[in-house]
């Protein structure tokens, strides 16, 4: 599933290189939509004077005006996720009430992560009607060799075991991963469930159902005795 309203965002760093990394970040995540990127931290000010914005992408160490100045001279209070090449400012963060605190060069699921915790606050502050959790579509990353894919949950149909490795059945392709189910398990959003020692579907795809298989995606899977209560639930 992928929401209907999104997280407005800028944001604000002297560097391009990091503003280039921001920018590709925020357009793979499908609930973040970015309003401006701004290397001056004074043109990004007078922006939020105009605009709504619901979220900030700050770095901390700036000329002119550091990123905690910038926050002290808010008129209204942003979430914000502080990023910094600078650990030392970690406590600085908390006592602004950042949402996250990102340590550049900022991997991007350690980006995914801040971004989640974002959406949470930002559901909660605007009353916003969200499916559950479970099913929202979210952003993992897969390992395939020396390949790391980036896919929607909501595009994936099932995983199935192949000996010590993994084929993550999607639209159009498959994923091969050296990975466990256990570890697939945790990667994959609630409404993933396993139904064989050999087969994890996703619920959202299931076409026809019977006591003994499923269908997904056109693929007839087996639904184990041991497993039977997780796609009865």
Same mark, same amino acid.
């Given at each position: 599933?992928?929401?209907?309203?999104?997280?407005?965002?800028?944001? +604000?760093?002297?560097?391009?290189?990091?503003?280039?990394?921001?920018?590709?970040?925020?357009?793979? +995540?499908?609930?973040? !939509?970015?309003?401006?990127?701004?290397?001056?931290?004074?043109?990004?000010?007078?922006?939020?004077?105009?605009?709504?914005?619901?979220?900030?992408? $700050?770095?901390?160490?700036?000329?002119? $005006?550091?990123?905690?100045?910038? $926050?002290?001279?808010?008129?209204?209070?942003?979430?914000?996720?502080?990023?910094?090449?600078?650990?030392?400012?970690?406590?600085?963060?908390?006592?602004?009430?950042? +949402?996250?605190?990102?340590?550049?060069?900022?991997?991007?699921?350690?980006?995914?992560?801040?971004?989640?915790?974002?959406?949470?606050?930002?559901?909660?502050?605007?009353?916003?009607?969200?499916?559950?959790?479970?099913?929202?579509?979210?952003?993992?990353?897969?390992?395939?060799?020396?390949?790391?894919?980036? +896919?929607?949950? !909501?595009?994936?149909?099932?995983?199935?075991?192949?000996?010590?490795?993994?084929?993550?059945?999607?639209?159009?392709?498959?994923?091969?991963?050296?990975?466990?189910?256990? !570890?697939? $398990?945790?990667?994959?959003?609630?409404?993933?469930?396993?139904?064989?020692?050999?087969?994890?579907?996703?619920?959202?795809?299931?076409?026809?159902?019977?006591?003994?298989?499923?269908?997904?995606?056109?693929?007839?899977?087996?639904?184990?005795?041991?497993?039977?209560?997780?796609?009865?639930?």
């Amino acid at each position: 599933m992928i929401l209907e309203s999104k997280i407005k965002c800028i944001a +604000v760093d002297d560097e391009p290189m990091a503003l280039e990394v921001l920018d590709e970040y925020i357009q793979k +995540v499908p609930y973040l !939509e970015k309003a401006g990127l701004f290397n001056d931290a004074l043109q990004a000010l007078d922006y939020l004077r105009k605009h709504e914005i619901d979220l900030i992408f $700050l770095d901390i160490q700036m000329p002119d $005006l550091t990123g905690i100045q910038f $926050l002290e001279m808010l008129e209204e209070k942003k979430l914000t996720i502080l990023t910094t090449a600078y650990s030392d400012y970690a406590l600085q963060s908390y006592d602004f009430d950042a +949402v996250d605190y990102l340590l550049k060069p900022i991997a991007f699921d350690r980006f995914l992560k801040a971004a989640q915790k974002a959406l949470k606050l930002w559901s909660a502050k605007t009353n916003f009607s969200l499916q559950p959790e479970e099913e929202i579509d979210q952003l993992i990353q897969i390992k395939s060799g020396h390949a790391l894919h980036c +896919v929607h949950t !909501e595009d994936l149909f099932f995983v199935e075991g192949n000996g010590n490795y993994l084929n993550f059945h999607l639209k159009g392709k498959k994923i091969l991963s050296l990975m466990k189910m256990d !570890e697939a $398990l945790q990667l994959l959003p609630n409404h993933f469930r396993r139904i064989h020692k050999s087969f994890i579907i996703n619920l959202n795809h299931i076409t026809i159902k019977s006591s003994n298989q499923v269908t997904v995606a056109g693929q007839k899977l087996p639904i184990s005795k041991t497993y039977k209560i997780n796609i009865s639930l």
